[in-house]
């Protein structure tokens, strides 16, 4: 397993920006597929965005599509998710999760229970 730090949340007016950033350290972060998850208020947690091991491949919910930008810099062990236009609706508690996942695929990398390490969180609060 490898230990993540999420950082970067905070409150934003709608149609704002924020960049959240995932620090990881342990064993090696370059073997793990990362992703981004949210849990809003009083909802179960859902996934948001993913990357492969080298950065090469994403996925994104339909949701986010277009305004949200995952990416990694595995020199830095640090997973971002460049987050823009946001809207009230992505208010939630946004985790970072490590996956060892063997074959990077939309299915494997949006479920919960492929991730084995994750976050403490931080959270998002946008502004009407």
């Known amino acids: 397993q490898v230990q993540l730090v999420e950082s970067g949340g905070g409150v934003v007016q709608a149609g704002g920006s924020l960049r959240l950033s995932c620090a990881a350290s342990?064993?090696?972060?370059?073997?793990?597929?990362m992703g981004w998850f949210r849990q809003p208020p009083g909802k179960e947690r859902e996934f948001v965005a993913a990357?492969?091991?080298?950065?090469?491949?994403?996925y994104y919910t339909d949701s986010v599509k277009g305004r949200f930008t995952i990416s990694r810099d595995n020199a830095k062990n640090t997973v971002y998710l460049q987050m823009n236009t946001l809207k009230p609706e992505d208010t939630a508690v946004y985790y970072c999760g490590a996956a060892p996942l063997r074959s990077f695929t939309s299915a494997a990398a949006s479920l919960p229970i492929n991730y084995d390490s994750w976050g403490q969180g931080t959270q998002v609060t946008v502004s009407s």
């Open positions: 990357i492969s091991w080298s950065g090469s491949s994403t």
């Open positions: 342990g064993r090696t972060f370059s073997s793990y597929a």
